[in-house]
């Protein structure tokens, strides 16, 4: 990526902001907020931050929630399948890495999921749980609603748990 300048980022967003409708400035707002909430230490990655992604992990269960917004619509103006997989991913992936030893963290292996509806409600659910916890590879579940409960897709996933890279 070419480092810019912050003259270049004025330059290009009086060029957005002309250009704008009301929905690009809903992502927009939405997008930078984000970045805010970024650096003000409330999110520590920047998907997270651009989803404003919240989580809930307990020691056998997670919730995570993103608001349904223009920023994960695709074409139908329905959530993106890839961003219900993100957030279940997350769920799952967040709660099998809390559950492991200190020092150690978890990757994604593999992921299965199931969409079975969509909606244009406002808040996606993703509640992860065990299936299965190994010494060296963990398997979960995840269920995807809004928030009336309307069950919008399944998810399976299998992780393996590896050593912590050193902080650099």
């Known amino acids: 990526m070419v480092p810019s300048s912050k003259g270049q980022l004025e330059q290009l967003l009086a060029e957005i902001l002309q250009h704008s409708t009301a929905e690009d400035e809903e992502v927009l707002l939405h997008l930078l907020s984000g970045l805010r909430d970024k650096q003000e230490g409330i999110h520590r990655r920047y998907i997270n931050a651009a989803l404003h992604m919240v989580g809930k992990f307990e020691t056998e269960v997670s919730?995570?929630?993103?608001?349904?917004?223009?920023?994960?619509?695709?074409?139908?103006?329905?959530?993106?399948?890839?961003?219900?997989?993100?957030?279940?991913?997350?769920?799952?992936?967040?709660?099998?890495?809390?559950?492991?030893?200190?020092?150690?963290?978890?990757?994604?292996?593999?992921m299965n999921i199931s969409y079975i509806a969509t909606t244009t409600n406002k808040e996606l659910i993703a509640r992860g749980r065990f299936v299965h916890k190994g010494r060296q590879t963990l398997v979960m579940e995840c269920d995807i609603e809004d928030e009336t409960g309307r069950k919008l897709a399944i998810a399976t996933g299998s992780f393996f748990v590896i050593q912590r890279r050193p902080q650099t």
């Open 63 to 110: 919730e995570v929630r993103i608001p349904i917004t223009p920023v994960i619509h695709n074409t139908i103006k329905v959530p993106h399948g890839g961003i219900i997989a993100t957030i279940a991913d997350a769920a799952m992936g967040g709660l099998a890495s809390r559950s492991v030893p200190e020092g150690y963290n978890v990757v994604t292996t593999n």
